[in-house]
């Protein structure tokens, strides 16, 4: 499949003509009114500094149905102790930058650029990019953040710097999702840290009818 090369028109290619890794389209910008176009199309930006921007759509995806989260025991009973304090849109900024800066275990750099930062600032501002922060105290131990558009939520990345604290962020704010009858949890791409939380793979055929769906409403 080729590989689309964006322009200033603010149009996307349809997601099924991405390529055998999910690469769909190059270039383009990161105005809010692209990032929406994109996320209702099950598109997001991941790319790392010094390149081009790099549109993708996956297939399979990972998706966690809220209604089917796994809590491990342990993580049930750190929350149950109350050990962190979990908040929502509080601190998007800090826990953004964060997740920019925490290292992970075979990753050189961040795709969080300062430019994706500023670009999700701006889509939090515009209501549709969102934070849950978990305290300790008055510090910020963990977090995640990602958008939101009607009964979906895309997650886009989770830091910790205490133990657990993201993952009491996560479940916490999985739960009250399933509670307000979400439809799904965007994952992205297959993690085996998601997996333990209950997510699994779909076709993307089957993630755009679900995503449709959670987004307006209509019918499967």
């Known amino acids: 499949m080729p590989v689309y090369k964006l322009t200033k028109k603010l149009i996307f290619p349809p997601p099924e003509r991405a390529d055998d890794d999910g ?6 910008d990161l105005s809010v009114e692209r990032l929406v176009l994109a996320y209702s199309m099950g598109i997001f930006p991941w790319y790392s500094d010094k390149y081009p921007i790099l549109w993708w759509s996956p297939n399979p995806r990972l998706i966690l149905f809220p209604a089917e989260l796994k809590v491990s025991r342990s993580l049930r009973q750190t929350i149950k102790k109350g050990i962190y304090r979990v908040t929502t849109d509080v601190a998007f900024e800090d826990v953004i930058r964060n997740c920019a800066t925490i290292r992970r275990k075979g990753e050189e750099g961040t795709w969080i650029t300062d430019e994706m930062i500023e670009a999700y600032i701006r889509l939090h501002q515009a209501g549709y990019a969102h934070s849950v922060e978990a305290w300790d105290g008055d510090e910020l131990a963990g977090g995640l953040y990602g958008v939101m558009m009607g009964k979906a939520f895309f997650g886009e990345s989770m830091f910790a710097k205490k133990s657990d ?17 979400f439809e799904l949890i965007d994952c992205q791409v297959t993690t085996a840290h998601m997996k333990r939380f209950g997510a699994r793979e779909i076709s993307r055929a089957e993630f755009m009818k679900r995503l449709k769906k959670a987004i307006h409403g209509s019918i499967l």
């Open 23 to 28: 690469l769909l389209a190059i270039g383009g």
């Open 165 to 181: 604290a993201s993952k009491v962020a996560f479940a916490t704010y999985a739960a009250a999702l399933a509670e307000n009858s």
